[in-house]
C-alpha cells in the first residue's frame, strides 16, 4: 500500500512540475516574453539569464529540450530569481518556508487532536445538548479562514490588546537562540494559531462524530459493552475504529487547511510563505509564484505521505493486505 | 426508486431557508440596490445609517449596494464552477467505477493526482498567468475552480458505483445488451442522485471559497463586484485595524451563512444516505414521537427506514401508548 502511495505521490509531483512547466507557454500573451521585457534594465543580464534558465528557455531549443532543461535546473534547485526581491528564489523560500512550516504545522497538530476527541465525544453523546454545538460547527467550517482571522485581528489584537499584533516577532528583540526572541515568536504565533485553529477544527469535528456515530452501530462496540467494559474503554474503542477514515481523508483535508491557512498569514502580515505570495501575485513575480507552488505541492505530498505512514501503523488490516 | 425527500429535521429546513434566501438575493439583488456600487458620489467612510445601510467605503461607495450587486457574482461563479465539477466527477468517477479495470485505475490516478495537488495554490498559479480580460470573465473562472475541485466527488462516486455494478438491475441491463454509456447514465447515475446531490453541494461550497480567495488576493477583476472583491478593497485600505467594521463583516458573514446553508442542507442528504446518521440526528421529541427511547442505548442505534414510513411508524406508536 505504502509502495502505491509513493508512486501517486511522484506522479502528482511530476504533474506540477510539468504544469509549472507548461501554463507559462499555454497561455495566451505569452506572460514570459512580456515578463523579460519588462524587467530588462532593471536587472542584470545575468539575472536574465538565469530567469530565462528556470524557465527552460536558455537556448532556441525545442519544448522538449526546453523541458529538459527545465527539470534539470530545478533538480540543481534552481527555482529561477525573484523579480522584485533580486534575490533566487530558493534562498528567498529558505528564509519563509520555516515560518509556515511551524505555524501551519502546529496549527494542524493542535486542530486535529481537538477535532478528533471534540468530535469522538459529540458522536458518542449524540441527541443530547452538545448536539447544538453542530450548527456553530458548521458556521466555523464555512467561515473563509482569512475572514475569520481578520475578525480576530480587530477584536482581539487591536481593539482587547490581548495579543500582540502584525509581524512574527517584536521589533525590539534581536533573532537568535535567546530567551526574550523565541518567547516573543511564541506571543506573536499564538493569535495566528488560534486563527487557523478556529477555522480547521470543525471539519474535524464533524467528520469524527458521524464515523462515531456510525461506529457505535457495530457489533464490537456491542460486545465491548456486553463484557462489562468500563464506559471509558469502550468509547476508546470505537474513537480508535472511527479515527481511521480521518486520517484515511487527510490527504483532501491538509491541502484545503494549507491553502486556507497561507492566507491567514497574509492577515497577520506574518513572513511566512503566504504573505510572499500575496507580494509575488500583487507584482507579478511568476519565477516566485511558481516556486512557491511548487514547495507548497512537495511539503502537502510529504504530510501526506507521513499520514498514510501513521495510518499503516494504525490500522492492522492494511499491514496484512501488504504482506500478502 | 425510493422517495428522495429529505428528512425534516430542523437543520435541513434552517439550510435551505438559507440558501433560499441567497438565491433570491442572487436574482434580484442587483435590482434592489439603491445606489450604483462604483459610483463614488457619497462622503467616504459614513458610518451606517438610514440613506446608506452598511455606510460607504473609503472612495464613498455605498457598501449596501456592493454586498447586493456582489451576490449575484459569487453565486453565479460558485454554482458554474459547482455544475461543471459535477459533470467531470460524475463521467470520471461512474466510468472508473463501472469499467474498472486499466481504466479504474488510470482515472482513479487521475482523481487522486488532482486531491493531492492543493487546489487553491494551483489555482492562483492558473490565475495569475491568465490575461487581465479573462479574470473577469466568469465561465472562465469557474471552469478553472471547478478542474480543482472535482476530485473528491469523482472517488465518492465510484466507489458508490461499484457497489451498484453488481445489482440485479444493472445485470439485467447488460443481459438485455443496452450499451455501456446507457447503462452508465440511465441505470447507474439515478440511483447516485443522493450522492451526486451532496457532491454538488460541496463543490459550490468549495468554489465560493476559492473564488473568494481569489478576489481577497486581488485576482479577480476588480471592475466585477463579488464578496471577495470588497474584502479585497477593504484589506488594501487597512479598514480591520481602522475599526470600519461595517465595511469587511457583512460579506464575510454572507459567505459564512450561504456555506452554513449548504453544509447544513448536506447533512440531511448525509442523514438520507446513512440511516444511522438519520437516528441520531433526530431531536428528543421527534424522538418521542416515534416511540424510540428517549436517550438512544448504545449499540441499538435505530435504523430509520424513509421518512414516508415515519408517519406509518408515529401512528403505530400512538395505538400502543392508548
Keep these: 500500500m505504502l509502495a502505491r502511495r509513493l508512486v501517486l505521490y511522484i506522479v502528482t509531483a511530476w504533474v506540477a512540475i510539468t504544469a509549472n512547466f507548461l501554463l507559462p507557454r499555454l497561455m495566451p500573451g505569452n506572460p514570459i516574453q512580456t515578463l523579460i521585457g ?49 534575490a533566487p528564489v530558493s534562498s528567498i523560500l529558505r528564509q519563509t518556508v520555516p515560518w509556515t512550516l511551524g505555524l501551519i504545522g502546529l496549527a494542524t497538530i ?59 516577532y517584536s521589533q525590539t528583540v534581536t533573532p537568535g537562540w535567546n530567551f526574550s526572541y523565541i518567547s516573543s515568536v511564541i506571543r506573536y504565533g499564538e493569535l495566528p494559531l488560534i486563527a487557523i485553529v478556529l477555522s480547521s477544527l470543525a471539519g474535524w469535528m464533524l467528520g469524527m462524530r458521524n464515523m462515531m456515530i456510525t461506529m457505535i452501530g457495530e457489533d464490537f462496540v456491542l460486545m465491548a459493552v456486553a463484557k462489562g467494559l468500563p464506559r471509558r474503554k469502550v468509547i476508546w474503542h470505537a474513537a480508535r475504529n472511527a479515527i481511521l477514515p480521518s486520517i484515511a481523508n487527510l490527504s483532501l483535508a491538509i491541502g484545503l487547511v494549507v491553502s486556507g491557512a497561507l ?31 511548487l514547495v507548497i505541492t512537495l511539503a502537502v ?6 499520514a498514510d505512514i501513521v495510518y499503516l501503523w494504525l490500522d492492522p488490516r492494511t499491514r496484512t493486505v501488504a504482506a500478502v | ?110 482523481s487522486n493526482v488532482f486531491l493531492a495537488i492543493p487546489g487553491v495554490p494551483l489555482l492562483i498559479v492558473i490565475d495569475s498567468y491568465l490575461p487581465v480580460n479573462s479574470r473577469s470573465n466568469f465561465f472562465v473562472i469557474g471552469l478553472i475552480i471547478s478542474l480543482t475541485g472535482w476530485a473528491w466527488g469523482a472517488r465518492v462516486l465510484r466507489a458508490q458505483t461499484m457497489s451498484l455494478r453488481n ?15 446507457r447503462i452508465m447514465f440511465t441505470e447507474v447515475a439515478p440511483n447516485l442522485l443522493p450522492v451526486l446531490a451532496s457532491s454538488f453541494l460541496f463543490t459550490v461550497l468549495y468554489a465560493i471559497g476559492a473564488y473568494v480567495t481569489l478576489a481577497y488576493i486581488g485576482l479577480t477583476s476588480t471592475a466585477v463586484w463579488n464578496w471577495g472583491t470588497m474584502l479585497y478593497w477593504a484589506q488594501a485600505n487597512n479598514a480591520p485595524l481602522s475599526g470600519e467594521w461595517y465595511w469587511f463583516v457583512p460579506p464575510g458573514i454572507c459567505i459564512a451563512l450561504v456555506g452554513t446553508g449548504l453544509a447544513l442542507v448536506n447533512f440531511g442528504i448525509d442523514e438520507f444516505i446513512n440511516p444511522r446518521l438519520r437516528a441520531g440526528g433526530l431531536t428528543s421529541r421527534q424522538r418521542r414521537k416515534l416511540g424510540l427511547p428517549r436517550r438512544i442505548r448504545l449499540g441499538l442505534t435505530p435504523v430509520i427506514i424513509s421518512t414516508s414510513k415515519r ?12
Design chain 2, 1 to 110: 426508486m425510493k422517495s428522495l425527500r429529505l428528512p425534516r429535521s430542523p437543520k435541513v429546513i434552517i439550510g435551505l431557508v438559507i440558501v433560499g434566501f441567497f438565491i433570491i438575493m442572487t436574482v434580484i439583488g442587483p435590482w434592489l440596490a439603491p445606489y450604483n456600487p462604483s459610483s463614488t458620489a457619497f462622503a467616504p467612510l459614513l458610518s451606517p445609517s438610514a440613506h446608506h445601510w452598511l455606510g460607504t467605503t473609503s472612495l464613498g461607495q455605498d457598501i449596501f449596494s456592493q454586498l447586493l450587486v456582489g451576490a449575484r457574482a459569487t453565486m453565479v461563479v460558485a454554482l458554474l464552477a459547482g455544475l461543471a465539477a459535477t459533470i467531470l466527477s460524475m463521467t470520471v468517477g461512474i466510468a472508473a467505477g463501472y469499467l474498472g479495470g486499466a481504466s479504474d485505475e488510470g482515472l482513479t490516478l487521475l
Design chain 1, 38 to 86: 519588462k524587467i530588462t534594465g532593471t536587472v542584470t543580464p545575468n539575472e536574465i539569464r538565469a530567469i530565462r534558465l528556470s524557465f527552460g528557455l536558455g537556448f532556441h531549443q525545442g519544448l522538449i529540450a526546453q523541458y529538459f532543461t527545465y527539470l534539470t535546473q530545478l533538480l540543481h534547485g534552481n527555482f529561477g530569481v525573484s523579480i522584485t526581491l533580486g
Design chain 1, 301 to 306: 505530498l510529504a504530510a501526506n505521505f507521513l
Design chain 2, 167 to 181: 445489482r440485479d438491475f444493472v445485470e439485467a441491463a447488460r443481459i438485455i445488451g443496452e450499451k455501456r454509456g
Design chain 1, 263 to 293: 492566507l491567514v498569514e497574509l492577515v497577520f502580515n506574518y513572513p511566512g510563505v503566504g504573505d510572499l505570495l500575496l507580494q509575488a501575485v500583487l507584482n507579478e513575480d511568476y519565477p516566485l509564484i511558481q516556486g512557491i507552488f
Design chain 2, 311 to 322: 408517519s406509518a411508524v408515529a401512528a403505530r406508536a400512538k395505538l400502543v401508548s392508548q
Design chain 1, 110 to 168: 493542535f486542530s486535529f487532536a481537538i477535532g478528533t476527541f471534540g468530535g469522538a465525544l459529540l458522536g458518542w453523546t449524540r441527541g443530547s445538548r452538545l448536539d447544538a454545538l453542530i450548527p456553530t460547527a458548521t458556521f466555523f467550517q464555512a467561515v473563509p479562514y482569512f475572514f475569520l482571522a481578520t475578525v480576530m485581528l480587530l477584536l482581539f489584537g487591536s481593539d482587547l490588546h490581548w495579543f500582540p499584533v502584525l509581524g512574527a
